[in-house]
């Protein structure tokens, strides 16, 4: 019948319209007033709410009703019998919604009910390891996909929410920062939590002080972002945190951080330069208000309410000076602290009073107006700084309505002199000066942030100006030659300057008078008191480690101090940076070397409790003596090998006494020589041998073992370790693209193991084998495993043509082999209403560590089984990671009848194998179990390995070794499955095999051989040979071979032009066998 009758028959008939386009395809139409009238009610449901679908036995959609204002349908059936009623949720049109009921239909029509429960919904947000967050910090907007119509509350009042069946996209903000971006469908559970986690990924800082000490120990910091806030956990002197993506500063009371931004997109570390600090508290100042914190170097403000504090520098060496200020209305709040540290708040202690502005004019000594800098300084040193631009124009804002001094300078001349407390315009004339400036620093270490004093100022007595020395460690004004003054800096703790030969202080005063007008110069040294003008000495602690090395064998060079006897009774002098070197090198007979340790040592004489008396652990940088012995002990060990023989050590070590005369002698640090491994070779490297350095008693007589190369291959192009374990060694090598070339021991037995990775998946050996090579050869070591694909149970229950699903992953089914993160949860286009849950949660992603195993979850969803097959592609679960998917298909009993087709692909000759390609297309709708023992059928398995390889769906599934065992069986899939059967040459091998297709599935099929030349590499050259059935040679030495076969053996064409002949058949052959079975019009994937 052709096309235009088929449909005036359908017209007027009714029926079914099939066409063919590779598969059956159906179109289907039923008149809405023909057929038997099914009614009922949906309790609870209003009008339009719930679309009820009648699906017949084909799974095609006959008819669809919505529900009226009181949850009544109706609607009309042809065939009630074989239809099932689906009721759905949450859509408006003929598409779309959530399943929540599937219903059979009595023979004769009637009344079908059923109810749409009320479904309450909290949402949660979870940051990984952060499982606490402010809720009502976040706000959320819950869309529904179908109608569009929105929830909008805060997190935390995102509970309890009365949803319709359906599925919601989620957007979840904190401020303008979207966090999350998602979504979502319900479940048919009563009450239901949805938690949506915030991938996160672990950062690491380490803290660094301006004296390059990395121990610090800091109680909390915290990093702060736009939508993120959290602390750092201590782990091993470093600070760790897991965050989401993005910027973020860094923050500790206290503690000033010099650059204090961070961006994260990848777990990573960094290290942050940090210096003393002083947190201020922005406590009762009104929200809006700018507080300035200023002195000669160093400015910041702050807007009170958006901050609650705010953390300035300041020096170690001693004080240093700020002016707070803030503007409140007519009046300026200000305070000048000399010593910041301490100032825990503001307002506190400070003068409120009223503010002025001041204009003028700078010139410079000529009278001609120049730019410069003019600070105006309040009796009590508060300071407020602007700058005059080319013309000499100036005006301070909002300054205070007081007496002040003005300090002017253009970097050559200056200006020091008093302004009246009511006067509001000044123009200022500078005189020559003098630049005085000079340097703070000890052994390198710049005084920053350190107060400078300059008072006792000739004609301006008490005024007090402060400058600070900045961060290259100097500072610098300039002082009017007509005027005297005094500069004065002081020091704190155990700092002190150098008087004269005989004494030190801590404070140096410079006076500037009429003939002295130089700057002064500072010689600073870190001492325990002022007795001495010397530098202060660290003495080692004679406790502890020190006893346990205890004589002058043993020593540490540090300048001049060269015996640990002289450290403990002289000791080395005081310095930030102290480069040591601690040994006993062994010597002429004397092998013992136990110890050996070099580094630098960095010392910060502020520290708490610094009385310059250390342990020898603190001085290697470890926090106890046992920690210290472990990580510095040697273990000598001589190797008494010929001349020419060459030792190489993978592992820590140092090189022994060159002169020992009785061998090699190197030294295994003790910490980690149970890692460490020794390979001795002769010159031409015909004999090897393999040492563990643990447990050698030394001297070590060497006897080489003689050494051949075994290549091979593992069955895939994987990458991944051999590791070859003999009775006094464990030795690894490494397989690349999934060759090997293993230095082994002739003669000796060996346990041989394999592991490599490929696409997120590990394969091994099955077990270890025992391996004893004779010669160098080829020995392939074939490793198997599942690839991207584990398999679960389906319980499948409902009646009719729609089924409910419910799988359950377990726990522990498969290994994340990358690192730590989240894997979301997709359904295949088959799936329905489907969503996962962790417990009672909904969710839609699952955290996976690093080399950790799935928690259990469970899917549950709906399918059509006459339009889908439970195992089929479309029914997949895919597990999104950040660098490769995991894909769960579902397990059902395979079947002894319906339809498989096989196809015999093109042969492929690479360079470790012959493989012969077979395409299984399941078309019975379950999986099938197939003998594929057969594929070894006079296959001489002591030349040939044989590897089936088996791809699903066009994805990896799995890889076998089927050489040794004799009754082999494989699983097809519905769908289209590929078998790659390898055939992989060992020594003794010759001519490749035919492959037996004979009686897999309990027919006869016809096998499709080669005629075509193919050239292969042997281990003389290249060779043409002609490929006729089991006649093709791949060699066996140097495991490398190219070229294809391409063309069938009937009448030379192309084996797809016969491909594609015999899929025509074979879909001609399907249509018939389908009508047969169920009907014309079915259709199924």
């Not at 008939?13 to 598969?23: F, M, T, V």
């Not at 009623?85 to 959530?98: M, R």
């Not at 003794?988 to 096998?1007: R, S």
């Amino acid at each position: 019948m052709d096309g235009n009758k088929a449909i005036a028959k359908q017209m007027t008939e009714g029926g079914r319209i099939n066409y063919l386009s590779g598969l059956p395809v159906i179109v289907a139409y039923d008149a809405n007033n023909t057929g038997v009238e099914v009614t009922g009610n949906v309790a609870n449901a209003g009008k339009g709410e719930v679309r009820v679908s009648a699906i017949d036995e084909y799974g095609n959609l006959r008819a669809t009703a919505f529900t009226d204002a009181s949850g009544n349908y109706s609607l009309y059936v042809k065939e009630p019998a074989k239809t099932t009623l689906v009721f759905y949720a949450g859509s408006e049109g003929i598409t779309g919604g959530v399943i929540f009921d599937t219903q059979t239909i009595p023979t004769m029509g009637g009344a079908v009910n059923s109810t749409l429960n009320n479904i309450s919904v909290d949402i949660f947000l979870s940051y990984q390891t952060t499982p606490s967050i402010v809720e009502s910090e976040y706000d959320v907007v819950i869309t529904n996909s179908l109608t569009d119509e929105k929830i909008e509350k805060t997190l935390k009042d995102a509970k309890n929410l009365d949803l319709a069946l359906g599925t919601y996209d989620v957007e979840i903000k904190k401020g303008d920062t979207k966090v999350y971006s998602g979504s979502f469908t319900t479940s048919l559970q009563a009450t239901q939590d949805v938690i949506f986690y915030i991938d996160t990924f672990e950062y690491t800082i380490t803290l660094r002080d301006e004296f390059k000490k990395t121990d610090l120990d800091v109680d909390e910091i915290t990093v702060t972002g736009d939508a993120f806030t959290g602390t750092f956990d201590k782990k091993d002197g470093k600070y760790v945190i897991n965050v989401p993506k993005g910027d973020y500063i860094v923050s500790a009371d206290n503690v000033y951080f010099e650059s204090p931004s961070i961006s994260v997109s990848s777990s990573s570390s960094k290290t942050l330069d940090v210096s003393k600090g002083q947190t201020v508290s922005l406590t009762g100042i009104s929200d809006g208000t700018i507080v300035n914190f200023v002195n000669d170097v160093h400015r910041v403000s702050a807007v009170a309410g958006t901050v609650g504090s705010v953390t300035v520098p300041v020096s170690q060496f001693g004080d240093t000076s700020y002016t707070v200020s803030y503007v409140a209305g007519n009046e300026i709040y200000y305070v000048f602290a000399p010593d910041f540290v301490g100032v825990n708040m503001v307002p506190a202690g400070g003068t409120l009073v009223e503010h002025k502005d001041i204009s003028g004019t700078l010139k410079n000594a000529a009278g001609t107006p120049v730019s410069g800098t003019i600070i105006f300084y309040a009796e009590n040193g508060a300071m407020f700084k602007v700058s005059a631009d080319k013309d000499g124009k100036f005006t301070a804002y909002d300054v205070p309505k007081v007496a002040m001094l003005a300090y002017a300078t253009n970097g050559t001349e200056a200006f020091m002199g008093e302004v009246a407390a009511d006067l509001e315009s000044k123009d200022i004339q500078m005189e020559s000066a003098n630049a005085i400036s000079s340097p703070i620093s000890w052994s390198n270490v710049n005084a920053e942030y350190l107060n400078v004093l300059v008072n006792n100022i000739e004609g301006l007595a008490g005024y007090k100006l402060y400058f600070t020395v900045n961060t290259s460690g100097n500072y610098k004004f300039y002082a009017p030659a007509s005027l005297n003054m005094d500069v004065t800096v002081e020091l704190e703790g155990n700092m002190f300057f150098k008087k004269d030969d005989t004494s030190s202080d801590r404070i140096s005063v410079h006076n500037l008078t009429d003939t002295v007008r130089t700057s002064p110069s500072y010689t600073l040294f870190a001492r325990a008191d002022a007795t001495d003008a010397k530098n202060q000495v660290i003495l080692i602690d004679k406790s502890g480690l020190y006893n346990t090395i205890g004589d002058e064998d043993y020593y540490l060079s540090i300048g001049s101090v060269d015996t640990l006897k002289k450290a403990a009774e002289e000791g080395f002098t005081a310095a930030a940076s102290i480069s040591y070197t601690l040994g006993k090198i062994a010597t002429g007979t004397d092998t013992s070397g136990k110890y050996y340790a070099n580094g630098t040592y960095y010392l910060n004489p502020f520290e708490p409790g610094c009385d310059f008396e250390i342990t020898l652990a603190e001085l290697l940088g470890y926090a106890t003596d046992a920690e210290a012995e472990k990580a510095i002990t040697y273990q000598s060990i001589v190797f008494k090998v010929a001349g020419d023989d060459v030792i190489s050590i993978e592992g820590d070590y140092k090189n022994g006494n060159s002169g020992a005369t009785d061998g090699k002698e190197y030294l295994f640090l003790k910490s980690t020589i149970a890692d460490t491994l020794v390979t001795i070779k002769n010159a031409d490297s015909s004999k090897v041998l393999y040492l563990a350095a643990n447990g050698l008693t030394s001297p070590v007589t060497v006897d080489l073992e003689e050494k051949v190369s075994i290549k091979g291959y593992v069955g895939i192009d994987a990458d991944g370790t051999v590791t070859v374990e003999y009775a006094d060694a464990k030795v690894e090598f490494d397989v690349d693209e999934g060759t090997y070339d293993l230095a082994l021991y002739k003669g000796v037995a060996a346990q041989i193991s394999v592991s490599v990775a490929k696409d997120g998946a590990k394969y091994t050996l099955s077990a270890p084998v025992s391996y004893t090579p004779d010669a160098s050869g080829t020995r392939n070591f074939l490793v198997s495993g599942n690839g991207m694909f584990f398999g679960a149970v389906a319980n499948e229950s409902g009646n009719g043509v729609y089924k409910k699903v419910e799988v359950t992953i377990p726990a522990n089914s498969f290994t994340n082999t990358d690192k730590s993160g989240y894997f979301a949860i997709k359904f295949g286009s088959a799936w329905e209403s489907a969503y996962a849950s962790v417990g009672t949660d909904i969710v839609t992603q699952i955290y996976i560590a690093e080399n950790a195993k799935n928690v259990e979850f469970k899917v549950v969803g709906y399918y059509n089984s006459q339009m889908y097959d439970l195992c089929s592609e479309e029914m997949l679960i895919t597990l999104d990671g950040s660098e490769y998917y995991q894909y769960v298909y579902i397990e059902d009993a395979p079947t002894t009848e319906g339809l498989v087709y096989v196809n015999k692909l093109d042969d492929i000759v690479g360079d470790h194998a012959y493989t012969y390609v077979v395409e299984v297309n399941n078309l019975a709708g379950k999986p099938v179990s197939f003998d594929i023992s057969g594929w070894k059928t006079g296959v001489d398995t002591t030349a040939w390995n044989i590897m089936v390889e088996q791809d699903l769906f066009g994805k990896f599934l799995k890889v076998q070794d089927i050489t040794a065992v004799d009754n082999r069986t494989a699983i097809a899939y519905p769908g289209v499955n590929t078998y790659k059967v390898s055939f992989v040459p060992v020594s003794t091998a010759t001519a490749v095999p035919g492959l037996n297709l004979v009686n897999e599935f309990g027919a006869d099929f016809t096998l499709v051989t080669l005629t075509d030349s193919v050239t292969i590499d042997d281990a003389t050259g290249k060779v043409t040979i002609s490929a006729t059935p089991g006649n093709a040679i791949v060699s066996a030495t140097d495991m490398s071979a190219s070229g294809r076969g391409v063309l069938n053996e009937l009448s030379g064409m192309p084996t797809i032009v016969w491909v594609l002949f015999g899929l025509a058949i074979i879909l001609a052959i399907l249509t018939i066998w389908m009508a047969s079975k169920r009907g014309v019009f079915a259709r199924r994937k």
